[in-house]
């Protein structure tokens, strides 16, 4: 597995209970999530301080911060392609695709 960081420090960290994906809590305000494997996919940012716990669930992912907040971040991939197909003003490119729903199939998704 790739090295994985953040900018000002980790905090926490949580595997997926399918083992694809990991979380990592920073003191930047962020929780960035990679594959299994080390590659980046995405960065959940709300929080305004620095985010202390991050803990899978069933869809999705909780955070807590130093802000006092909690946020619930939904992570179904096939809700997530729904939502990306609702706002495509086109069909996607397999490449646009896989930048907005990385991990889902492009079947292609959307009409």
């Given at each position: 597995?790739?090295?994985?960081?953040?900018?000002?420090?980790?905090?926490a960290v949580a595997i997926s209970p399918d083992g694809r994906f990991v979380a990592t809590a920073g003191a930047e305000n962020t929780v960035l999530l990679w594959t299994s494997d080390g590659t980046p996919w995405g960065t959940l940012s709300g929080h305004h301080d620095a985010v202390e716990s991050v803990q899978f669930t069933r869809g999705g992912l909780l955070s807590a911060s130093r802000d006092g907040t909690v946020r619930f971040w939904d992570l179904d991939l096939e809700r997530l392609a729904r939502k990306v197909?609702?706002?495509?003003?086109?069909?996607?490119?397999v490449a646009e695709w896989q930048r907005s729903a990385?991990?889902?199939?492009?079947n292609p998704p959307c009409p």
């Open positions: 597995m790739a090295v994985l960081t953040h900018n000002r420090g980790v905090y197909c609702d706002w495509a003003t086109a069909p996607l490119t990385p991990g889902v199939e492009y």
